[in-house]
Nanobody
Framework: DVQLVESGGGSVQAGGSLRLSCEVSGITEGTNCMAWFRQAPGKSREGVPVIDDNGVTTYADSVKGRFTISSDNAKNNLYLQMNNLKPEDTAIYYC?????????????????????WGQGTQVTVS
């Protein structure tokens, strides 16, 4: 079975840092793109950063310079280092993966492009 399991969420004061992790297992066809999404109450789910199979990354403007996405070589773990957190970063954060999505097709930030999802982890910034 495919499993994406996030961890590392919590509550932090503005200006603080958190590191999210996502353990990925069971995706037999590989993961061309892996991304972090977030969803705040009453808002749609938005793509935050994405990383492809070559390690190329793209970030939403709202988190550039503050967030860093990374993965291990085997693509079994996805990470999100979040620094200088702001109250508007408060959301449930989800990791997502897709075996065929291309970073260059313009769809990396659309939730419907991803096949596999984690259950989410809450991040609260006050």
């Amino acid at each position: 079975d495919v499993q994406l399991v996030e961890s590392g969420g919590g509550s932090v004061q503005a200006g603080g840092s958190l590191r999210l992790s996502c353990e990925v297992s069971g995706i037999t066809e590989g993961t061309n793109c892996m991304a972090w999404f977030r969803q705040a109450p009453g808002k749609s789910r938005e793509g935050v950063p994405v990383i492809d199979d070559n390690g190329v990354t793209t970030y939403a403007d709202s988190v550039k310079g503050r967030f860093t996405i990374s993965s291990d070589n085997a693509k079994n773990n996805l990470y999100l280092q979040m620094n200088n957190l702001k109250p508007e970063d408060t959301a449930i954060y989800y990791c997502a993966a897709d075996p065929r999505l291309s970073l260059y097709g313009g769809g990396w930030s659309r939730p419907r492009e991803y096949t596999y999802w984690g259950q989410g982890t809450q991040v609260t910034v006050s």
